[in-house]
């Protein structure tokens, strides 16, 4: 149920709880004393377009269905049907997004070396979300082979080596064309250093490979030393890509913000996931201007096997935490919290994980899990 | 990994055997005839290791005598570079070569080092077998896998051009010819070494002609070789179940990019460049077996150097030469060096001196 907010006076003069030692997320929940006071209107409910794309989507979107119904969150949800083998996204699907700002998305699958094109890469040009955002972190509870993980890695998301521009020269030689340019470099840039500056983080990484791709990568580079002068207060270094790899499998607390272009990003967001703890909880979306889709946060384009549908043990943590993202974005941030709170002492407490983090719960158990758990 | 600790003195030549041939050569294996071997040790610590291997080949009489050559001081209009004609003759004469780390000479009006190399030999194919060390603890202890890389083509072909102020575009090529000849050798290398599984990584989803393309010419070579399971991977679930369960993994196949990354990423996961073997093939099978890591000119001349990765790749130059015996008991007497932690160098977090080290691995032999 909805809490009632205590009056301020009130809130005040209680006691402050003590902490306990065995739940501190409790204590952390409970002692706010910071609050966020919104403009009247605030709380008419938000429109959001849901995509619940193709294999394990419709089951974790389902789930994070069930989990906002719980918590009485102010977001309706316009559901539409996409799936991966289609030739382009409905314009109905777009409309919608266009009119409610903010989508949640299942992954899409794309047929591989199809005459298709990936539809989740069409969604992000067609509304231009340029920066593709992927939160690693450990969780509480969860063990990984590597600790002291937390990683965001901003991906520009519309040119690079994903501009689709292939040919055939002559019978049995292609190419394929690498675009970068100073306005997308310039742009994603911008937004890494803003999220840091905005998030209280203290160093921006940018990944390249302009040892080999001299103007390619060097024009990145450039652009990210620019918009690294504006921040004085913020750590500025460049990495090579495959140096990258390599100290993130060995040494992965010395990164923060990692900024990159769309192909290193894309392997850097899976390899950083994946020492985390995994696609399957990891958050996070595509943001443009003016729209916003969250997704699972690494690897969109992998909605799982036939096994895990038919036994519906796909785990909806990932896409539990996006929309966590989602509820910030439209600005409830308390409800985000509650959302967070409980997906979190979910997993801490160990009883009830899916097959990929060694547990062998459905994806029902866990959604019930932390519905039980919103406080 | 427990069973392996236990049964190490048996176990370790099967798993040596399986790890480190590369393709067979064209090679006499007369005993008694010895076989030139182009050796470049290369700058920093380039000679002290060099120095190990030579010392660890006569102790274990291996019929191998080295043609050295060093890098000039200036450069060969013949070859546009630092290296000398004579250099690359001698390795193409010889078809078999030993590369110490070579620091990179910067300014202009010359090739690298290695793209003279690459293009002048016409090496196509990287080799790199990532084996967790037995005794060497990392956070992964069972990565037993080969990745083998196109080195031709791809997007390093350094064609890159500025359309208009602002805006660069940079070619990536995949070629039928380039493609069909790392997927021989990577299923050639697979029957080879008694491997089980090849995998190809691409990113066809997204970019459907060029990885596609890629992705035909594997599927054609695998028709071939109907006893050797293959798989494709998309490169993100790649990256993903490496770092999650590298033991899924056997051999992979990749174009230049992703291969330069992952296998970078693999030698990460057993402990880094300095541990790490490989291998560059070049038409007309030859084999330039080389060490990996930088030329570390702050520990240069103080034996304070880990020689382990030019070992290995001694040895997999020898497994190329077909002395597999000699060459399991190089390799045996590396792995058990470590394993005993007795002697093992700074980066290893010991305190032996180069020349310590491989005195032991000479006794082990």
């Known amino acids: 149920m909805a809490r009632r907010s205590t009056p301020l006076l009130r809130r005040l003069l209680a006691p402050s709880p003590s902490p306990s030692p065995s739940t501190p997320l409790a204590g952390a929940a409970s002692r706010r004393t910071v609050t966020y006071m919104p403009r009247p209107g605030d709380g008419a409910p938000r429109g959001v377009t849901l995509i619940p794309g193709d294999g394990i989507g419709p089951l974790v979107t389902g789930a994070v269905r069930q989990v906002m119904e719980a918590m009485h969150a102010p977001v309706y949800f316009e ?10 996204v409905p314009a109905e699907v777009i409309e919608s997004i266009r009119r409610n700002k903010v989508c949640l998305k299942g992954g899409l699958a794309t047929p591989v070396g199809g005459g298709v094109s990936s539809l989740n890469v069409q969604l992000r040009k067609e509304l231009d979300l340029y920066a593709a955002l992927v939160n690693c972190f450990n969780l509480p509870g969860l063990p990984t082979r590597h600790d002291n993980v937390d990683i965001v890695v901003i991906r520009e998301n519309t040119e690079g080596e994903y501009s689709g521009l292939e040919h055939e020269v002559v019978p049995g030689v292609v190419e394929s064309l690498k675009v970068i340019t100073k306005f997308c470099s310039e742009r994603i840039a911008k937004y890494a250093f803003e999220y840091a500056y905005l998030n209280n983080r203290k160093k921006v990484t940018a990944v390249h490979k302009a040892n080999i791709m001299k103007l390619a990568d060097g024009l990145f580079l450039e652009s990210c030393r620019e918009v690294a002068k504006k921040y004085p207060g913020i750590q500025y270094n460049e990495i090579i890509v495959d140096n990258c790899c390599m100290q993130l499998v060995a040494k992965p607390e010395q990164f923060d913000v990692m900024v990159t272009p769309n192909l290193y990003g894309n ?22 201007q003016d729209h916003a889709i969250f997704e699972q946060g690494a690897s969109a384009g992998n909605v799982g096997n036939e096994k895990i549908v038919e036994k519906k043990r796909a785990n909806p943590v990932a896409l539990l935490l996006s929309s966590a993202m989602m509820l910030r974005h439209l600005q409830f941030p308390s409800f985000a919290d509650r959302l967070e709170t409980a997906v979190k002492r979910v997993i801490a407490e160990g009883k009830y994980r899916t097959k990929d983090l060694g547990g062998t719960s459905t994806t029902q158990e866990v959604t019930d899990a932390v519905i039980a758990k919103l406080g | 990994m427990a069973l392996r600790r236990l049964l190490q003195g048996s176990v370790l030549p099967r798993v040596a055997g399986r790890a480190l041939a590369p393709a067979v050569a064209p090679f006499s294996t007369e005993s008694g005839e010895t076989i030139r071997a182009t050796l470049f040790p290369g700058d920093g610590i380039g000679p002290e290791i060099a120095e190990s291997v030579k010392q660890v080949f006569n102790v274990a009489g291996v019929p191998i005598e080295w043609e050295e050559h060093y890098v000039g001081t200036e450069v060969d209009p013949r070859t546009e570079s630092f290296l000398t004609w004579e250099s690359l003759e001698s390795v193409r004469r010889n078809k078999v070569g030993l590369k110490g780390p070579m620091a990179t000479p910067i300014g202009k009006g010359h090739r690298s080092l ?71 050798y990577a299923f050639h290398y697979a029957k080879a070494n008694g491997r089980e599984r090849v995998s190809a990584i691409h990113k066809a989803n997204i970019m459907r002609k060029t990885d596609g393309l890629f992705l035909k010419c594997c599927r054609e070579v695998a028709e071939k070789y109907p006893e050797i399971q293959y798989e494709e991977v998309i490169i993100d679930n790649c990256c993903m179940t490496l770092v999650k369960n590298p033991v899924l993994f056997d051999v992979l196949v990749m174009p230049n ?11 990460g996961l057993i402990g880094g460049l300095g541990l790490t073997p490989s291998c560059n093939i070049g038409e007309g099978g030859i084999c330039l077996a080389e060490a990996v890591h930088g030329s570390a000119p702050d520990i240069a001349g103080k034996n304070l150097a880990n020689p382990t990765a030019l070992m290995l790749s001694a040895v997999m130059m020898l497994r190329h030469l077909q002395f597999n015996d000699k060459a399991d008991r190089i390799h045996n007497a590396i792995l058990q060096t470590i394993a005993e932690g007795k002697y093992r160098t700074a980066d290893l977090g010991g305190k032996a001196s180069t020349s310590e080290f491989t005195n032991a691995v000479c006794d082990h032999i």
């Open chain 1, 267 to 288: 392997l850097v967001a899976n390899v950083a996931a994946g020492i985390a703890g995994g696609t399957g909880v990891m958050p996070g979306g595509n943001v443009g």
């Open chain 2, 257 to 267: 990019l992703y291969g330069d990354i992952i296998s970078d990423l693999c030698a």
């Open chain 1, 79 to 88: 559901t539409y049907e996409v799936h991966g083998d289609m030739p382009t």
């Open chain 2, 114 to 184: 290695n793209l003279t190399l690459r293009k002048e030999l016409g090496l196509y194919a990287n080799v790199r077998p990532c084996n967790s060390l037995p005794g060497y603890k990392t956070r992964y202890d069972d990565v037993n896998l080969v990745t083998i890389r196109e080195n031709t083509e791809g997007e390093y072909s350094g064609l890159e051009h500025q359309v208009v102020r602002g805006v660069v575009e940079s070619l990536k090529i995949i070629t039928r010819q380039a493609s069909l000849r790392v997927a021989e």
